[in-house]
């Protein structure tokens, strides 16, 4: 069994480790950033403020793209970028879902 097995985990479960996976880069979180400072931005302004070459920018944007957090809408010869904001309200909504009781006295690791 390899370590990039996800078959038998619920697909909620793998669609969140995905979304993780492509929020892993700094590049990714620096776009996401700026996208969310500029709502709608084309391309050439991302890699103006990204320390990366235009493709490598490019890439960066395909893989948040792949994983639904920003669209992308061809404008003439240029794309513009946005935040995906259904995509971002269900993580945040599976995030919430994470929440720990406070007073969760199953821990028994916070004993002390």
């Known amino acids: 069994m390899g370590i990039t097995k996800t078959e038998g985990f619920r697909a909620k479960i793998t669609d969140t480790a995905r979304v ?3 929020l892993g880069h700094p590049a990714r979180f ?7 400072q ?4 084309i391309c050439n302004e991302i890699v103006d403020q990204i320390p990366l070459a235009q493709p490598t920018v490019s890439r960066h944007l395909a893989e948040l793209k792949n994983a639904g957090l920003i669209k992308g809408t061809i404008e003439g ?3 513009c970028y946005c935040i995906n904001e259904k995509r971002w309200a269900a993580l945040k909504n599976v995030l ?4 720990i009781p406070k007073t969760n006295k199953t821990q028994s690791c916070l004993k002390q």
């Open 38 to 41: 500029n709502p709608s931005c």
């Open 20 to 22: 993780f996976k492509a």
């Open 77 to 79: 010869k240029n794309i």
């Open 30 to 36: 620096a776009i996401i950033e700026f996208l969310v």
């Open 96 to 99: 919430d879902q994470l929440k």
